[in-house]
């Protein structure tokens, strides 16, 4: 079946990165995309960008631009998700998606992002 | 660019039926796919409908999804309520800039 497994925990300080790694398993991890969804404590659901995993090209939410960079390693199914200067703001759970072009329909099961000096 | 706006909440009943509503402010809900989600406390979301009314195997029929352009919203229905379908439920869409949105979610209680 469709897993996705997700890098473990992390905690940074301000203005670190954050390298989170997804797994996919159960499926021709080329005919699908990625995207990344992020959930701030007790708030909604947040999409962040997604990436084509057959050709490589990717797209994110404005917010996001210039500090994201969404990248994949076909010879290991795993997508990866960078993201640069991280403010107190950004502590949530990030998630993976394999995605049948901006509809996620298989879910990892979350990173938890803390950012705190 | 757009808004999915959903209620706060919603419940009823084991046994009954609920539909929980997401409306698109611009542009018609029929021109992008929709998706609904669930999120039970503590765990990942997990897709219940996708582009409007498909079911992800394992999804059971109780769950289904729709389209009305004439009040330009989509809606996910639950029948024969079950209280494991207490949980979080997000609709999610996009356009043709890439423009993605997630509704706000909507907590259904049952009881």
């Known amino acids: 079946q469709v897993q996705l497994v997700q890098s473990g925990a992390e905690v940074k300080k301000p203005g670190a990165s954050v390298k989170v790694s997804c797994k996919a398993s159960?499926?021709?991890?080329?005919?699908?995309?990625i995207s990344w969804v992020r959930q701030a404590p007790g708030q909604g659901l947040e999409w962040m960008g997604w990436?084509?995993?057959?050709?490589?090209?990717?797209n994110s939410a404005q917010k996001f631009q210039g500090r994201i960079t969404m990248t994949t390693d076909t010879s290991r199914s795993t997508a990866y998700m960078d993201l640069r200067s991280l403010r107190s703001d950004d502590t949530a759970v990030y998630y993976c998606?394999?995605?049948?072009?901006?509809?996620?329909?298989?879910w990892g099961q979350g990173t938890l992002v803390t950012v705190s000096s | 660019n757009f808004m999915l706006t959903q209620p706060h909440s919603v419940s009823e009943s084991p046994g009954k039926t609920v539909t929980i509503s997401c409306t698109r402010s611009?542009?018609?809900?029929?021109?992008?796919?929709v998706q609904w989600f669930q999120q039970r406390p503590g765990s990942a979301p997990t897709t219940v409908i996708y582009?409007?009314?498909?079911?992800p195997s394992g999804v059971p029929d109780r769950f289904s999804g729709s389209i009305d352009s004439s009040s330009n919203s989509a809606s996910l229905t639950i029948s024969g309520l079950k209280t494991e379908d207490e949980a979080d439920y997000f609709c999610?869409?996009?356009?043709?800039?890439?423009?993605?949105?997630f509704g706000g979610g909507t907590r259904l209680t049952v009881l």
């Open positions: 998606a394999k995605d049948r072009g901006l509809r996620p329909v298989h």
């Open positions: 159960g499926y021709t991890f080329t005919t699908y995309g």
């Open positions: 990436i084509n995993v057959y050709n490589g090209k990717s």
């Open positions: 611009s542009g018609s809900i029929a021109s992008n796919f």
């Open positions: 582009e409007d009314n498909q079911r």
């Open positions: 999610q869409s996009y356009n043709s800039d890439i423009y993605v949105v």
